[in-house]
């Protein structure tokens, strides 16, 4: 079992930046693919970024591409730092893990998920 703690939401204007971290309670961290998704009110859950378990593969939604990195250490935890942020990335922002996974874009192939962390951008 994987238990996922997201932390680093919070209201930040247009243009600021956010970090998020997720920390996973896993001594195989290194075996995990992790992802990032958010869900707007009234909207469905979309991909917004993935890290391969070994690092060497990224992916991000369209909607964040040249704004948004993930990044994981060697430990427990996976980031994502956003910048230039937009009123339209308000969400509860989850992050996910997917063992032995590529970074995939897919909900269905995270197993283990955490409890999500508002974040809201006001204009």
């Known amino acids: 079992q994987v238990h996922l703690v997201e932390s680093g939401g919070g209201l930040v204007q247009a243009g600021g930046s956010l970090r998020l971290s997720c920390a996973a309670s896993?001594?195989?961290?290194?075996?995990?693919?992790m992802g990032w998704f958010r869900q707007a009110p009234g909207k469905e859950r979309e991909s917004v970024a993935a890290i391969s378990w070994n690092g060497g593969n990224t992916y991000y939604g369209d909607s964040v591409k040249g704004r948004f990195t993930i990044s994981r250490d060697a430990k427990n935890t996976v980031y994502l730092q956003m910048n230039s942020l937009k009123p339209d990335d308000t969400a509860v922002y989850y992050c996910?893990?997917?063992?032995?996974?590529?970074?995939?874009?897919?909900?269905?192939?995270?197993?283990?998920w955490g409890q999500g962390t508002q974040v809201t951008v006001s204009s």
């Open positions: 896993v001594v195989t961290f290194n075996t995990y693919a």
């Open positions: 996910a893990a997917d063992r032995y996974g590529v970074g995939s874009q897919s909900e269905t192939s995270y197993a283990y």
